[in-house]
Nanobody, 116 residues
Framework: VQLQASGGGLVQPGGFLRLSCAAS????????MGWYRQAPGKQREMVAV???????NYADSVKGRFTISRDSAKNTVYLQMNSLKPEDTAVYYC???????????WGQGTQVTVSS
């Protein structure tokens, strides 16, 4: 299973970006897809996750600004990021939990830089 993330880049404060992540390979079903991020010198943290049941969770720091969505038919997850702040600068990683194996997979990471 491979996760291919795209959509990162450099944006000014207040701007927006949309990240995409497509899963490919031998996939029976994906339970959870989501996004994590890691800023320099900090631990990786959850940004937003989407469960197969339809429920979503967001980090408090991104609530109201970021929206996660999912196209299950395409095994793809998106992260719409609005009102970006400099503190959103990080490498963003896509994650998927595959069932029934319950294996975790990570994408290669995409850099998001918010700076004027």
């Amino acid at each position: 299973v491979q996760l291919q993330a795209s959509g990162g880049g450099l944006v000014q404060p207040g701007g927006f970006l949309r990240l995409s992540c497509a899963a490919s390979g031998s996939i029976a079903s994906i339970d959870i897809m989501g996004w994590y991020r890691q800023a320099p010198g900090k631990q990786r943290e959850m940004v937003a996750v989407s469960r197969n049941s339809g429920t979503t969770n967001y980090a408090d720091s991104v609530k109201g600004r970021f929206t996660i969505s999912r196209d299950s038919a395409k095994n793809t997850v998106y992260l719409q990021m609005n009102s970006l702040k400099p503190e959103d600068t990080a490498v963003y990683y896509c994650h998927a939990l595959i069932i029934p194996s319950k294996m975790n997979y990570w994408g290669q990471g995409t850099q998001v830089t918010v700076s004027s």
